[in-house]
């Protein structure tokens, strides 16, 4: 199965939206197998957005996320990549499709709400900084009969 990482951002625990975020993603059937709230210090936030410190942008970017707790969360499900980031929305709110996380609740480009791995590789990775082993959790979810076919619960 594959997994990702879903921090729920600085705005969305200020303004009371962690439940709606985790409602949405056990709705669409995926499994929530790590979740924990914490603070985000620079040398963590500089590894997981290690692409953008160059940008302009990016200063900006970290004192936010430095600015609140956050929720982090791992996910996992057959290609749950993909279905994360069809239920979160663009990355730009306002190009975010109504019923997704962002176009439901988002207007400003950076403060955007959640963060969701874009890639099964950085899902891995991602999963990987942010939970130790003995904080993932597997167990079987009786619902899988009903959400997947045979061949995608392998």
Known sequence: ????????????????????????????GLKLI???MMGLDSPLLQAHYAEHIEKPFYQ???????SSPVVVMAWEGYEC????????????PREAAAGTVRGDFAIGTGRNLIH?????????????RFFDDKELFSYDKSEY??????????
């Open 60 to 66: 900006d970017l970290e004192n936010f996320m430095k």
């Open 145 to 154: 009969s009903h959400i997947y076919e045979t061949h995608e619960r392998q």
């Open 116 to 128: 969701a791995s874009d890639s099964a590789v950085s899902g891995k990775s991602e999963v990987d």
């Open 34 to 36: 790590g979740i924990k």
């Open 1 to 28: 199965m594959e997994r990702t990482l879903i921090i729920a951002k600085p705005d969305a625990v200020q303004r009371g939206l962690v439940g709606e975020i985790i409602s949405r993603l056990e709705r669409k």
């Open 81 to 92: 990549v993909n279905s994360v980031r069809i239920l979160v929305g663009a990355t730009n």
